[in-house]
C-alpha cells in the first residue's frame, strides 16, 4: 500500500510509531549506525564486533587494545586474551557515548558450559568498563541461555548486581529457566528459528503472524506478563521487517542497521499486537524446572538444541577469529 507524499509528511515512519510501543535497540558495531537511527540501547556479539574491528575507522581501538594486553604481559595467550576483552569493552564505551541506555557485551562462547568462568570473565568485563569510568548500570553483559549460563546469571544478578542478557536462546524451557533465575533480560532469536523450519520444512515461506520466531517471542511475552516475571524479553535476529511489525509491543527489539533503514522509509498504520493486557488473559500454565527438567524440556525441542548449539560454535569461532586478528 502506497502512501501519498502529502499524507506521508504527517504520518510518523514505521520506525518512529515502533518506538512508542517498543524499546528500539541497535543490533551493530557500528557506530555510524547508532549515531543515526538514535535506538535507546546497543548490543555487540563476537561477529559484530569482528565486523566492526576490520573496518579502517575503527583501527585505533584495536591498536589500543593490543598495547594494552602487551602491557599487562604474561604468555601470549594471556595477553590476547586480555586484549580481546579490552576490545569489547573500547568497543562498549564508544557506543555508550552514542546512547542513552545500556550496552551489551558478551563473555567468550567457549565458556557455554563453564558456570565460574563465565562468572569471573562477567566480573572481569565489569571491572575494564569500571577502569574506563563506567558503571555497571549501564552494562548488560551477555551470556549463553546453557543450563550453566542461566546459572551464572542467576550468581550475577543476585551476587554482584550484574545485568544479565542472555542470549542463544530457542526454546520456552529457556526462556522459563531465565525467569526463574531473575536475570535483566533474554534475547530470544526470532530469525535463526525461522531459518531451522525453512531449512527443515516443506514450508519455505511464512506470514508474520504465523513466522515460528514471532510465535515462539509472542509465547514467552505472554508467559512472563501473565505470571508478573520483571525480566525484559527483547526480540532478535530479525530476517524481514514482517517479523519486527508482527512483535509491536513486546518490551524491546534488537535491529539490524539494513532493517532500522527499511522501517525508516516504510509509512504504513503501525498496531501494537503484544499487550501485558492480553498476555494476563491467555491460558498458560505456570511451570518450574529444576536442572532434570530444564535438559528434558529443552532435549524435546530439537530445532533449539541445533541451533544453541551451532550459535555457540559461531560466536566461537569468530572470537578465535578476532583473536587471530589481535595476535
Given at each position: 500500500m502506497s502512501v501519498s507524499p502529502v499524507k506521508r509528511q504527517k504520518m510518523a515512519s514505521v520506525l518512529d510509531q515502533l518506538k512508542h510501543h517498543t524499546t528500539v535497540v541497535a543490533d551493530t558495531g557500528d557506530f555510524n549506525a547508532i549515531e543515526e537511527y538514535k535506538p535507546l540501547d546497543a548490543t555487540t556479539n563476537p561477529s559484530l564486533i569482528l565486523a566492526a574491528a576490520q573496518m579502517?575507522?575503527?583501527?585505533?581501538l584495536v591498536d589500543d587494545a593490543v598495547a594494552y594486553g602487551k602491557k599487562l604481559g604474561g604468555s601470549e595467550e594471556e595477553q590476547i586474551k586480555n586484549a580481546s576483552d579490552k576490545l569489547f569493552v573500547l568497543f562498549g564505551a564508544e557506543i555508550l557515548k552514542r546512547i542513552p541506555g545500556r550496552v551489551s557485551t558478551e563473555v567468550d562462547a567457549r565458556l557455554s558450559f563453564d558456570k565460574e568462568g563465565m562468572i569471573q570473565r562477567a566480573r572481569r568485563l565489569i571491572d575494564l568498563y569500571k577502569e574506563a569510568g563506567i558503571g555497571k548500570d549501564r552494562i548488560l553483559i551477555k551470556l549463553s541461555?546453557?543450563?550453566?549460563?542461566?546459572?551464572?546469571?542467576?550468581?550475577?544478578?543476585?551476587?554482584?548486581?550484574?545485568h544479565c542478557n542472555m542470549t542463544?536462546?530457542?526454546s520456552f524451557a529457556q526462556a522459563v529457566a531465565c525467569a526463574e533465575a531473575g536475570v535483566t533480560l533474554i534475547s530470544p532469536f526470532v530469525?535463526?528459528?525461522?531459518d531451522w523450519y525453512v531449512a527443515n520444512g516443506d514450508k519455505k515461506a511464512y506470514e508474520p503472524s504465523e513466522d515460528p520466531g514471532?510465535?515462539?517471542?509472542?509465547?514467552?511475552?505472554?508467559y512472563y506478563k501473565k505470571f508478573g516475571y520483571k525480566t525484559i524479553v527483547m526480540g532478535?535476529?530479525?530476517?524481514?521487517?514482517?517479523?519486527?511489525?508482527?512483535?509491536?509491543?513486546?518490551?524491546y527489539l534488537t535491529i539490524s542497521p539494513k532493517l532500522l533503514a527499511e522501517l525508516s522509509k516504510e509509512y504504513i498504520k503501525l498496531t501494537p499486537t503484544l499487550s501485558v493486557k492480553e498476555a494476563q488473559a491467555c491460558e498458560l500454565e505456570k511451570i518450574h524446572l529444576d536442572e532434570k527438567a530444564f535438559r528434558w524440556h529443552h532435549n524435546e525441542d530439537q530445532m533449539a538444541v541445533e541451533k544453541l548449539?551451532?550459535?555457540?560454535r559461531k560466536f566461537a569461532a569468530d572470537a578465535v577469529k578476532l583473536e587471530r586478528m589481535l595476535k
Open positions: 579502517p575507522a575503527y583501527q585505533e541461555s546453557t543450563w550453566e549460563g542461566i546459572q551464572a546469571g542467576k550468581v550475577l544478578e543476585a551476587e554482584y548486581g550484574i542463544l536462546l530457542f530469525g535463526r528459528i525461522l514471532v510465535k515462539s517471542v509472542t509465547k514467552i511475552y505472554n532478535a535476529s530479525f530476517r524481514n521487517t514482517g517479523e519486527i511489525k508482527a512483535l509491536t509491543g513486546c518490551d548449539s551451532d550459535g555457540i
